[in-house]
């Protein structure tokens, strides 16, 4: 029998900190050494970082792109554990802050731990490789819960550096983050984000190539959150004892 791999969850008490819970209790590959929460007094069972930091091999992180970006700091200067960061909503500095952690240890981010949207990411770049800037447009649409607070989805943001890689030009350059008002016409090669956040949406994402005459639409749907858990949990078995760098679930896949 192989030695569990220690793990500790930030976010514990969120949706996704709960669904890792349950999946972790029934894990032998797992030993569950604590939940991180907001406070380490606010909640039954929940540890500080530092006390997640010295007993976990891989911390999993559920919370907000700014804690995360903060405990890829501690860990890196506490010369680890390793980190899987799932939260999204990331400000620029804080992608740089976990850049240089993965200098130190080794960090796996993915803004979606399913399947199904990393087979997605693959496929968009493809379609935008194909398809000309000029005559197709591309906008991507994501619909999800009504207690989401961040915006696009960081799904969404992968779906659009997937486009803007496939079409060789980097998506800041061409993004357009939402309409409102007299916008004027399109611009050809804007990639575009549309968002709805409505009831107890799971996650959807379409993306839309659309010429004059025929719209092509690559979509997923996310029917439960478990799927993202069981993600999460391969990826902290996959970077567990790895080198140092950054990483993401595209390379657990194999789909790199
Ligand atoms: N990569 C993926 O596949 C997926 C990613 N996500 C992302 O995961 C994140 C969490 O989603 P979800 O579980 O639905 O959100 P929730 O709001 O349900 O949970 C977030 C948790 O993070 C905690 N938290 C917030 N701020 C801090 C902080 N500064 N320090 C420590 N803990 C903090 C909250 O604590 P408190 O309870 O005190 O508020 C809460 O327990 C989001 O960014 C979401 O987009 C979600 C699904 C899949
Ligand atoms: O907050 C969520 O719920 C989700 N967040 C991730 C994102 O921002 O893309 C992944 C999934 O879509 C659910």
Not at 41 to 48: K, P, S, V, Y
Not at 218 to 225: F, K, P, T
Request: with cysteine; charged share 20%.
């Amino acid at each position: 029998m192989t030695t569990p791999i220690k793990v500790a969850v930030a976010g514990a008490n969120g949706r996704m900190g709960r669904a890792l819970l349950s999946l972790l209790a029934a894990d032998p590959d797992f030993a569950f050494v604590g939940g991180i929460g907001r406070e380490a007094a606010a909640g039954a069972g929940l540890i500080d970082r530092s006390a997640a930091m010295a007993a976990a091999d891989v911390i999993l992180d559920f919370t907000t792109g700014a804690a995360a970006a903060e405990l890829a700091g501690l860990c890196a200067a506490a010369g680890g554990p390793a980190l899987v960061i799932g939260a999204t909503g990331f400000e620029p500095d804080e992608l740089e802050r976990i850049a240089e952690a993965a200098g130190t240890i080794p960090i796996l981010r993915s803004g979606n731990f399913s399947i199904g949207i990393n087979m997605l990411v693959g496929l968009v770049s493809q379609a935008a490789r194909a398809l000309p800037a000029h005559g197709w447009d591309i906008e991507i649409l994501e619909a999800h819960h009504n207690q989401k607070i961040d915006a696009p989805s960081g799904t969404a943001l992968m779906l659009g550096e997937a486009a803007a890689e496939g079409r060789g030009v980097s998506l800041a350059s061409v993004e357009r983050r939402g309409r409102d008002g007299i916008t004027g016409g399109r611009p050809p090669g804007e990639i575009g984000f549309a968002v709805l956040r409505a009831g107890g949406l799971v996650g959807e994402h379409a993306v839309l190539f659309a010429a004059a005459e025929e719209v092509l639409t690559l979509s997923h749907s996310a029917l439960d959150r478990g799927m993202f858990a069981r993600g999460a949990l391969a990826a902290a078995r996959w970077i567990a004892g790895r080198a140092p760098g950054e990483y993401n679930m595209r390379d657990v896949l194999g789909l790199t």
